[in-house]
């Protein structure tokens, strides 16, 4: 995985070539299933993915980065099948991590994603659930009408992804509440491989599973997008302490500000280091202004947390690409995979 | 339909005996289902099924009297299959039914069921979603998992039927938030269908498709546990105001008082009569003292609210026995689910 900063930047331009054509593919048939809901839900789903605003206005909002559905149909690709028979499974994990972000918003309080005020703040509770519910039953509704032979295993695959993300969602509630001298690192990693890593390993096993690979190699794919996920996660908590905010729209410090558990800040708090204790001391306390927050980043990387996760990401990162030399042996088939890999784990170096 | 008050009797006892029955049989595999839920998450499942408290002490309490897995069970054996291969679908709908109780409650911020607390009311609302969320994915997962030939179109079905419920609860909510003048019998009879009759109906479709029956014969069984649904919803809302506390355990008045928009008060609020307009009156105030609840549902009765809903009851039931007769011709297959359909509709009568 050394790559030189042209090779970087290639990659990371097939990435972003490779993400707009799964927006432009996906896109279509995310639309259709989504009319098929029922009118006040589709209005709630259609304000989320960013296409309406709130009174039904037509909106130009593109619903995220497509990541998944891209994942789904470059691992398709990747074992020698054809992506466009997975169509329906890449929109069905588009649809549950939606269904995802609808509930984890109500229950995270959050009101703001995507720039925009979240489905609950706009129309309620009841709505923003309901909509979440459905959003997830039409996802399996796709793969258990869909008549490709691998839809039921599909379907069986992504509802046992769905009870860990919910278990991954539950542990990060329950982390959120405990104080910090009362965490400890190895349950911080397992909240977020099932709430990030399994959903991405379920993309990419559901296309192996779509693309006609055997079970090992399914295994393996599912590795490749934990692990994979286990790394964005990373980097994406080092964005929330350090920031990237003209690319991401976060604020430097955002996750400090909140208080929040996430693996750098955990490393650090656990790395038995007098800035541990001061680091302690901060997130016991209200943490709101610009100075306090610049003292707990400075602690988290005087106690190490930045350098861990930095090297952790890597390692993850490393771990994913044995995973995918395992499922896809021929390193040509493997590269578009890689670039997803690499553009979502790259964002801030 | 005509039965004498003898025949009724023995119709109920042998009802009961079927719902002790179902009970005894799917119990212990709802039970281990739910054992396979993260640690977390099955605590709160448990404490919402009665069988531990908040504090993880067993408890006795049995979960709801299984009707719907008493249907699944019962319409496989219609349709001449082995009820025992259906064990999964009657699992798996009485947790898709129990995901909706959760959610519901949440929406409705219901604080009592079954004479308890409701799960959010005891865990919060985020471990109730979540727990309704995962409970959901799992009775999708045992269909999935299940190796009989059915099993595929049978989590296409319940799929399908749980956007249909949430159509339903959405509607539902949208009618207790409009005024006593603005809501039509037709839109309440389409709520109470999508939200009761459609997962009656389902029930038994599953367990026609589980024993081995053709379309034809799905669908009519579907149309029969969708009739036998509203009927019962049509009970169900006039023991609402006119009660069988002793049997229920709900108050006399209680949907009045809540302003519940119950297809008794609405036909009545639609009947064009004088007391109509005493009805919307009284649903336009507080209506909270004992002489106002008894104005109320004495409106409803001069109305014709109470005639309608007992009327339109035996005409559904009336319906759903027609369907049944054109999915399993022989009336005496039949006997268990008419047994049912009879028990859950003569609650008051």
Redesign the interface.
């Known amino acids: 995985m050394t790559m030189t900063s042209t090779d970087a930047a290639m990659e990371e331009d097939k990435a972003v070539a490779l993400l707009e054509r799964t927006r432009d593919a996906v896109d279509p048939q995310l639309r259709a299933a989504v009319e098929t ?2 009118g ?2 589709r209005r709630v789903a259609k304000y989320h993915f960013g296409w309406q605003d709130a009174d039904g206005t037509p909106a130009a909002g593109r619903a995220g980065k497509a990541i998944r559905p891209a994942l789904v149909l470059a691992a398709a690709r990747a074992v020698g099948g054809d992506p466009d028979a997975a169509m329906r499974a890449a929109v069905a994990v588009e649809l549950a991590h939606n269904f995802t972000l609808l ?1 984890d918003d ?2 995270d309080e959050d009101t703001t994603r995507r720039h925009r005020p979240t489905a609950w703040a706009v129309f309620g ?3 923003a ?6 959003m ?3 996802a ?2 796709l793969l ?2 869909d008549p490709h032979p691998a ?3 599909a ?2 695959r992504l ?2 992804c ?3 993300l ?2 991954g ?3 990060d ?2 982390l959120e509440d405990r104080g910090p001298d009362d965490v400890t690192l190895d349950e911080c990693l397992a909240m977020a491989m099932a709430k990030t890593g399994a959903l991405l390993g379920c993309a990419c096993a559901l296309g192996a599973l779509y693309g006609g690979a055997d079970e090992r190699a399914v295994r393996a794919m599912d590795g490749f997008g934990r692990e994979a996920g286990l790394a964005f996660q990373l980097i994406d908590d080092l964005i929330g302490i350090w920031g990237d905010t003209a690319r991401t729209g976060k604020p430097v410090g955002a996750d400090l500000t909140a208080h929040k558990k996430s693996l750098p800040v955990v490393a650090a708090l656990t790395s038995g280091t007098p800035a541990a204790a001061e680091l302690a001391a901060l997130y016991r306390g209200a943490m709101n202004t610009p100075g306090e927050v610049r003292s707990a980043a400075d602690a988290v990387e005087r106690a190490g947390g930045r350098d861990w996760a930095q090297a952790a990401a890597a390692d993850r990162m490393a771990r994913a690409v044995h995973h995918l030399s395992r499922a896809v042996p021929d390193p040509a088939a493997a590269g578009d995979l890689l670039a997803l890999a690499e553009f979502v784990t790259r964002r801030t170096y």
């Open positions: 809901l029922p006040a839900i509930h109500v229950i509770v009841p709505d659930v309901i909509t979440g519910d459905a997830f039953s039409l399996l509704r258990t009408d839809s039921p295993h379907a069986g509802s046992t769905v009870i860990e919910c278990a969602q539950q542990a509630c329950g």
